[in-house]
């Protein structure tokens, strides 16, 4: 699939989104560095989230409606309230978008409902990115896909059945370009619980590019990821970690977003193909191998001895497999020590 020219499959460098979500901290000059940083330390994507408290849920305190898991880290927080704090102003997504531009970065939304795609439409967006919890929201998918942009689908939590309909969506309203990411929807979330042997699988059962939205910490997990066919990875990225924030605890810094930059890259490339006996960088390594050499001076006619044929470095003598073909064998002319043995050197 393409964004933007930019190719994005097997044999393309992985594309990696650097997700602000509510980072900004309600700053528009902060949100502004974040995209400095990003594309400064090699992002391809900063990826934002269109949305308002009233658009995403109700303004009441019924069950549900509060976060009561006390192992969350929003423990204890009112739905609305929370999304009031992380939302990013809409006025803000052009200034956004145009500073992203001016730096060469791509820059789109997940939508969380059809407002929000009307609202990015007009600003002429390049691609939409399907929350994992929107998943099941099929009539956001096919109004998203409707516009033939490409779609990126996050799928944690969903079934396989799920991941189907939502694929075939959209496909049926009109994207051509589709990649779903494998995902874990804990924050942060544990590599033990990341299951990315899925990836291979997913590729094959849903015919389409397959990528990473990653709540790990470091970057271990996307690299591992890359080895098994990913060729995106997803990313929530702030300025610091220390500066707080409703996402900032399991967020990437500058330093680490340039190290898994680089991580991600370096694991595409190990992979190769199939290959056996020396590679062309390997060829002069090869010298340094062990070989057979004369270890003592020897003359012409003499029995070649354990004490005056060894095995040692470099590699340009006979292999060491011949050693006990050459013991006992006379010497057909006279060798100094350090003499590589050769069939030759064998009366």
Known sequence: MQISGRKIGPGER???????????????????????????????????????????????????????????????????????????????????MDRAATLGLHCFSSPFDASAVDFLESLGVSAYKIASFEIVDLPLIRKAASTGKPMIMST???????????????????????????????????AENTNILTIPHMRAMFGCEVGLSDHTMGSGVAVAAVALGATLVEKHFTLARADGGVDSAFSMEPDELRRLVEDVENARLSLGQVNYGPTPAEIKSLGFRRSLYIARDVKAGEVLTPEKVRVVRPGFGLPPKFLE????????????????VAWDLLA
Not at 20 to 31: D, I, K, T, Y
Not at 325 to 340: E, L, N, Y
Request: overall charge negative; aromatic content about 8%.
């Open 325 to 340: 073909s050459v013991i006992g064998r006379r010497a057909s002319r006279d060798a100094p020590a350090g003499t590589p």
């Open 156 to 190: 944690g939590m969903a079934t396989a059945g799920e991941i189907e309909e939502a694929v075939s969506t959209a496909r049926e309203a009109g994207c051509q370009d589709l990649m779903i990411l494998k995902c874990t929807s804990t924050y942060p979330a544990k």
């Open 14 to 96: 992985p594309y990696v989104i650097a997700e602000m979500s509510g980072n900004h901290n309600q700053s528009l000059g902060r949100a502004l560095e974040i995209v400095d940083a990003a594309a400064a330390n090699g992002a391809d994507a900063i990826k934002l989230q269109t949305y308002t408290a009233d658009t995403m849920t109700l303004n009441v305190r019924m069950p549900g409606f509060v976060i009561e898991d006390p192992n969350s880290l929003w423990a204890g927080r009112q739905l609305y309230e929370l999304y009031q704090e992380a939302y990013t102003p809409w006025e803000w997504h052009k200034p956004i």
